[in-house]
DNA sequence: GTGCCTGCTCACGGG
DNA sequence: GAGCAGGCAC
């Protein structure tokens, strides 16, 4: 029996059609990772392709890992040679290369969106314009969609005639753009701008990896953009071997640029391609994969399909109403851990999903109070955090002097008495002649206007000198690690007198980020700076998920696509939350129906048991909210559910009185608990502040030491006390210790001894 | 230049 | 509820 024995016949088909351009439509959890992976199986050992030839795209590092994982199992020899790789690093690893032919220097940094916002505000102000009438976002989110739709400033500027806003944007966009390149960066939509840019600017590149990459594979197709869509079809336009799976329903992207027309079109631009069907879900029992069809079909702009399931009906889907999003908060918590404690599922196998991220807090307070496992993914993401950033930008100004961005974050970082006026200086100076920040701040003596300043600036620039001869022959952990120590950075953290759990959390994560630095140079035969800054600025939290945990998994439902779990909680079903108010108010009907595909998706990540809730009132933005139940949980036929929907008509009174039993009981007074474990990178910033003000003093508490006293403390060893303030709930201590500096901290916290 | 306070605005999703 | 600009005191 050989292994393409196991498929069904629309999978083996799949499989089977290696030449040509073939468009797989596979529906929830039809085993398409599975076709793909036999596929590349079936191209290497059956039809002979050398496996360099061969390139898999997908759009999570997740994806990635997971199918390299799965084809490594199958084919035997040569299966490393398969590029398997997302969007965004398969154009770093290209531009890498060959971007010297844009005029950029392969060495090049990417802005995150923060970076991004603050070259856009710089930008905004320069050209005073007001950020109140044209937000920022607003026009960041133009230039990204500008991108995704490859339009150059240029040509940006050109459509915007006549159109006062749009002019105004079109001369950001142009800015921003020199910026960036004198910075030599690029944000996430260039790497696919510039690609596409560099293919078409040099044909023999582009050749080249034609050659290269005979047979393209792409998944989650319908999430591809414009720009991503004319990557793709340059790379296949020699050979046609292009194979694209997506789902039509599963398009969840649009507000990223997504182009559900690439999908709906495919036919249109490769009218010799095969379209197979892949209908039959082996994922979730009948009624959750009823309930998600009754959903889906609402939508009109959609390919005709219908996924159908050889297993039993199975439990009936759950809905639960809730007077407030804490009843609500506490039923999940509480149903989860009946379900642990009869050995029905482990907590690892259960998921709550939502809507949006501030949904997360309310959970995660709930599970902190329970002492349950959970880990929340997404959110702020890990390398977006102040201590994170800092750092990294000490890396990308040793690595790429021209980042002018990672410098002025770091000048006075810690404090060196560096302000804005002083940086205003050298910038002007940097732009008279025509040279980077750092340059400018190297030649600060012939800087007139500085005067005194220029002095202040000295240190920092041989500090960077030094750190940058030292990068020759440092390793990546060294080099943070150096880096940490010279520039006392966990002094700065004290000094800055945050919370004391803020503070805490900021080391741990500092921590957290040394062991990654540390596990990438494990992983990885050559190291080097430039590429370990380039992995990180291209990873998310979901990549990161550990498939063993045992924890409750929660995360929004787009974080969740791809994904499957035994138990799935789809929680805030209402009107207003889920479809969000700013769909139901707008004018194009097509955004309901991606909010519509995104309920699909959310239902259809449950295998045996989907649980609706729904809170009548709801704190969003510090205000209580009374939405409808979500339209979605309406569209269910009540035979599928345990519970009777109510209509939108009904009193409100009558509405909530049907609640099971557990939640009715007497409410737990919180107590403060730590969290059973934190682990992973959601929850370690989020629980801070739940033990607020616990270890605060009593007003009369007197401490048994004094200004000029000896003290000792459990870390930093002897030192004396230098000064003492009293605010409102605690002391305030200055202590000049012998071996480890100067300390500002609270004396709650501290546990100082008098020695 | 720095630190603190206040009041204002903004809030969907993410590589 | 949080982040940030702007104003103010030092």
New binding site residues.
Partial sequence: MSIYDTLNREQKEAVLTVEGPLLLLAGAGSGKTRVLTHRIAYMIDEMGVNPWHILAIT???KAANEMRERVDNLVGFGSEQIWVS????TCVKILRRHIDRLGFDNGFTIY???DQKTVI?EICKRFQIDT?QL?E?AIM?AI?SAK?ELISPLEYEINAFGDFTKKKIASVYKEYQTILKRSNAL???DLIMKTVELFKACPDVLYNYQERFKYIMVDEYQDTNTAQFELIRLLADRHHNLCVVGDDDQS??????ANIRNILDYEKVYPEARVIKLEQNYRSTGNILNAANQVIKNNKGRKAKSLWTEKDAGAKVHYRQFDNGYEEAEFVAEDIARKVRKGECGYGDCAILY?????S?IMEERFVLEGMPYNIV??V?FYARQEIKDILAYLKTIDNGRDDLAVKRII?VP????????LDKVQEYADMRNISFYDALREKDQIVSLGK?AAKLEPFVSMMQTFRSKAQYYGIQDMIEDVLEVIDYKGYLN?L?EEDEKTEDRLRNIDEFISKAAIYEQTHDEISLTDFLSEIA?V????SMEDADERVRL?????AKGLEFTQVYLVGMEDGLFP????IV?DDPT?ME??RRLAYVGITRAMEDLTLTYAKAR?????TQYNPVSRFVREIPSELMDNTVPTVKRREEDVFDFRPKAVLKPKITPQPVKPFITQGIGSLNRVA?INKGAAALEADTVLDYTEGDRVRHVKYGEGKVLKLEREPRDYKVTVQFDNAGQKIMYASFAKLKRV
């Fill in positions: 759009f999570t590092n997302t969007f965004h690093s995150d969106t923060d505000k109140k937000k976002r989110s990204s995704d944000d996430f939509d969840i992207y649009k507000f990223r640029g809507r949006t991220n501030a949904q807090r997404g959110g993401n006075n404090k060196r008495g560096v302000g804005n006026a002083t300043a000094s007198n291209l998310s939290d979901v990549d995360m929004t439902i787009h974080s969000s108010y700013m769909t707008s955004d991606e909010e704190m969003v933005r510090g205000e502040g």
